[in-house]
Nanobody
Framework: QVQLAESGGGLVQAGGSLRLSCAASGRFFSRYAMGWFRQAPRKERELVATISSGGITNYADHVKGRFTISRDNAKNTVFLQMNSLKPEDTAVYYC????????????WGQGTQVTVSS
């Protein structure tokens, strides 16, 4: 069983930066692939970035070059550094963990709100 808690969201002006954190409880954090997803009002949830247990990263096209996902296995934490934020990045950001490639069958946090003003 894994419990995830996101933090670091808030209100920021366009062009600004935020760093999201996701702290995981439970054992064997290093064995989990971790991902960040987001859901904007009236839109479906979408992938933002993932990082495998081996540190391989993957990004959605709309955040490439602006966002960076990383993990600190010693602290059971995954991060999402978000730079050059745009109003369209406004959403609730969720952290997720999975032992395979299907996050739908994994563990999810409660989410943290990110609001980017123009």
């Amino acid at each position: 069983q894994v419990q995830l808690a996101e933090s670091g969201g808030g209100l920021v002006q366009a062009g600004g930066s935020l760093r999201l954190s996701c702290a995981a409880s439970g054992r064997f954090f290093s064995r989990y692939a971790m991902g960040w997803f987001r859901q904007a009002p009236r839109k479906e949830r979408e992938l933002v970035a993932t990082i495998s247990s081996g540190g391989i990263t993957n990004y959605a096209d709309h955040v490439k070059g602006r966002f960076t996902i990383s993990r600190d296995n010693a602290k059971n934490t995954v991060f999402l550094q978000m730079n050059s934020l745009k109003p369209e990045d406004t959403a609730v950001y969720y952290c997720a963990a999975t032992r395979d490639v299907n996050y739908d069958h994994g563990y999810w946090g409660q989410g943290t709100q990110v609001t980017v003003s123009s």
